[in-house]
């Protein structure tokens, strides 16, 4: 046998695991109509944005075009892809807040979506010239899953090797469908994700009050409501805020706060995100929290008192729990809210302090 081509490195042994590709649907139109500038820019955001919580249960394999190619073995593909889909669109309303840009490519950035396509087996890799790329039969049925009958242009495609790893009710969702390639019959099932598309707009809206709210805290500060904000935003402060020992902010949609996320660590696999859905500076700020614990929606409201002090309202409002945990997670909440208020209180007064000159 002749030796391996030193531009050629194969990798023989066989993997088993998801195969799954996340495609932007409306790129090739996108990028036709519009300039390519503006178009190559908001295509690497959303890619970004995309990958990123896809690598929560996934490894990215490739990037090819406006495609996301991606394995793993966690049987998470499924809510890996829906939280994948609701991210993607969050940052795209986002980017349509954030920008008074008038070109077409910004203009045309709501008639982007997503689609996926899934399917369990075996691959292999090879490199060729420094690229890994994967290789084998179950790997040329996913590529060949882009081009399918499913009527609509954002959803999940997913053959019965991963429907039948799915719990009953899981699904139920998907609708039975079946493709014919040149590499045979394959039977899947796939869903519509109009339904995700609304509910990840109904969370960008999501704005609390005094009258909706699980609790409210008001603090006045000795500081107008642009220096309290600038200073609540700032990840130093945030940390703080938090009680976290660390904290990553991921930036927001167009270089601003929209859609911004403060990744919060609290030890070993525990982590909170404070992510930025309404960014009013220096009115408002509603954050949406989540991750491994309870969720909620907070509101700063700033009011000016005069022209060098602020009214600080906050109002929190639980979503996810009921009952006796609703109440201890009104009770964690207030404490650590009521704690950050008094500390945000502490470090304006300290950066608003006149620094003692040196002889």
């Not at 046998?1 to 030193?6: D, G, H, K």
């Not at 976290?244 to 601003?256: E, F, Q, S």
């Not at 209180?345 to 002889?359: E, F, L, N």
Request: proline residues 6%; contains cysteine.
């Amino acid at each position: 046998m002749p030796p391996t081509s030193p531009d050629r490195e194969s990798h023989p042994a066989q993997r088993e695991g998801y195969i799954a590709i996340a495609d932007i649907s409306g790129y090739t139109t996108f990028v036709a109509d519009t300039e390519i500038e503006h178009s190559r820019e908001i295509l690497a955001e959303l890619l970004e944005v995309t990958s990123r919580e896809l690598e929560r249960h996934l490894r990215l394999s490739r990037i090819q075009g406006d495609a996301l190619i991606c394995v793993g073995e966690e049987d998470e593909v499924i809510p890996c892809l829906e939280d994948a889909f609701l991210s993607f669109h969050r940052r795209v309303r986002a980017m349509v807040a954030a920008t008074t840009c008038p070109c077409n490519a910004c203009r045309s950035v709501p008639s982007l979506t997503l689609k996926f396509v899934a399917q369990y087996g075996t691959y292999s890799t090879v490199t060729v010239r420094g690229t890994v790329d994967l290789v084998g039969a179950d790997v040329n049925i996913a590529f060949r899953l882009l081009k399918n009958h499913v009527p609509s242009h954002e959803y999940i495609l997913a053959t019965n090797s991963v429907l039948d790893r799915l719990p009953a009710l899981a699904r139920e969702r998907f609708v039975p469908i079946s493709e014919d390639y040149d590499l045979g019959h394959v039977e899947a099932g796939y869903r519509d994700l109009h339904d995700l598309r609304e509910r990840a707009y109904q969370q960008l809206t999501q704005r609390v009050t005094p009258g909706d709210a699980d609790f409210t805290l008001t603090r006045t500060i000795d500081a107008p409501p642009a220096e309290v904000y600038a200073e609540i935003v700032r990840p130093s402060t945030m940390q703080r805020l938090a009680g976290a020992p660390n904290i990553t902010l991921k930036n927001g949609a167009r270089g601003t706060l929209a859609n911004a996320a403060y990744h919060c660590e609290h030890g070993a696999n525990r982590k909170t995100i404070f992510e930025v859905i309404r960014d009013d500076p220096p009115r408002e700020l509603t954050m949406w929290v989540y991750g491994d614990g309870p969720e909620a929606y907070t509101t700063y409201d700033f009011e000016p008192l005069g022209t060098d002090r602020t009214r600080l309202r906050l109002s929190l409002r639980i979503t996810n729990s009921k009952g006796l945990r609703r109440f201890i997670t009104r009770l964690v909440f207030r404490f650590f809210f009521t704690r950050g208020l008094r500390q945000l209180r502490a470090i304006v007064r300290a950066s608003r302090a006149p620094v003692a000159k040196t002889a």
